[in-house]
Nanobody
Framework: QVQLVESGGGLAQAGGSLRLSCAAS????????MGWFRQAPGKEREFVVA????????DYADSVKGRFTISRDNAKNTVYLQMNSLKPEDTAVYYC??????????????WGKGTLVTVTS
């Protein structure tokens, strides 16, 4: 079993930055794909970014490419999401996810509880 705890959400102005963290506990962290999904009010949960178990392969949604950066520290069992050049449309609850295939949120085995990111114009 894996437990995921997010932190770092909050309020930012458009053009600003936030950094999310996801601390994992439980089974071997380095074996999983890790990533982030988000859900805006009234919308479906959507893929944001993934980092594969090796740490060398990342996949970004087009909407965040060039603005967001994912990284992981296997020694600390933590994955990070650096979000720069934030836009109001980035406003959502961000969920840390572990052990999933591709960009399919239906395949996610483990979820965090989510952290709210609000971007004002």
């Amino acid at each position: 079993q894996v437990q995921l705890v997010e932190s770092g959400g909050g309020l930012a102005q458009a053009g600003g930055s936030l950094r999310l963290s996801c601390a994992a506990s439980g089974r071997t962290f380095s074996s999983y794909s890790m990533g982030w999904f988000r859900q805006a009010p009234g919308k479906e949960r959507e893929f944001v970014v993934a980092i594969r178990w090796s740490g060398g392969n990342t996949d970004y949604a087009d909407s965040v490419k060039g603005r967001f950066t994912i990284s992981r520290d296997n020694a600390k069992n933590t994955v990070y999401l650096q979000m720069n050049s934030l836009k109001p449309e980035d406003t959502a609850v961000y969920y840390c996810a572990a052990d999933f295939v591709g960009r399919n949120y239906g395949s996610v085995h483990y979820w965090g509880k989510g952290t709210l990111v609000t971007v004002t114009s």
